[in-house]
């Protein structure tokens, strides 16, 4: 059963960087996305690497937020830079396995404010 967890959030002032980065266990993901859901706002995607490389991302982050994995550690990162306040929300991680089993993480707040 594939599980994900999610760590690297927190409170940065705009302008500033942090580094998201997604554990899978129980499976290699052949796909992992980056969502966020801001307070009264939907859950949308960010950013997405499946294992061929093929990367996504949202108009709004585009040049500011790169998606990467480590396939031998199972691991996924979002490097996010120039941060603004509108970037503020919760971070959610999903993994889709090799084989289809899918989940999402808890979730890690990430704050921009200064």
């Known amino acids: 059963q594939v599980q994900v967890v999610e760590s690297g959030g927190g409170l940065v002032q705009p302008g500033g960087s942090l580094r998201l980065s997604c554990a899978a266990s129980g499976s290699n993901f052949g796909f992992m996305g980056w969502y966020r859901q801001a307070p009264g706002k939907q859950r949308e995607l960010v950013a997405s690497?499946?294992?061929?490389?093929?990367?996504f991302y949202a108009d709004s982050v585009k040049s500011r937020f790169t998606i990467s994995k480590d396939i031998a550690k199972n691991m996924g990162y979002l490097q996010m830079n120039t941060l603004k306040p509108e970037d503020t929300a919760v971070y959610y991680c999903?993994?889709?396995?090799?084989?289809?089993?899918?989940?999402w993480g808890q979730g890690t707040q990430v704050t921009v404010s200064s």
């Open positions: 690497i499946t294992i061929n490389d093929d990367t």
């Open positions: 999903y993994a889709i396995s090799t084989w289809g089993e899918s989940a």
